[in-house]
């Protein structure tokens, strides 16, 4: 039973900086993709950054050249640096992780809560 568990939310001030951290278990093989999405309330979970296995990214246009996303591939664990932060960063994050062989399965972490206060 593969789990994802996030950790490194928490409250920031605008400006300020916070890592988000996100490990899964149960898991023998590597993600293809792995990646963060946020909810804020009364919204839909919007894609933030994602990281292949070839260690390329995509980031959502709000975040770009302010977050970071790696991996550590053979551990099956992805990180979100989030720097010069703002109100509208503030959401619930959550890691998502996928697998393509034959059919793609997609697992999502619990969530964590991200307070940016101005």
């Known amino acids: 039973q593969v789990q994802l568990v996030e950790s490194g939310g928490g409250l920031a001030q605008a400006g300020g900086s916070l890592r988000l951290s996100c490990a899964a278990s149960g898991s023998s093989f590597s993600f293809n993709t792995m990646g963060w999405y946020r909810q804020a309330p009364g919204k839909q979970r919007d894609l933030v950054a994602s990281?292949?296995?070839?260690?390329?990214?995509t980031y959502a246009d709000s975040v770009k050249g302010r977050f970071t996303i790696s991996r550590d591939g053979a551990e099956n664990t992805v990180y979100l640096q989030m720097n010069s932060l703002k109100p509208e960063d503030t959401a619930v994050y959550y890691c998502?992780?996928?697998?393509?062989?034959?059919?793609?399965?997609?697992?999502w972490g619990q969530g964590t809560q991200v307070t940016v206060s101005s």
């Open positions: 998502k992780a996928v697998r393509r062989l034959y059919i793609t399965t997609s697992y």
């Open positions: 990281i292949s296995r070839d260690s390329s990214t």
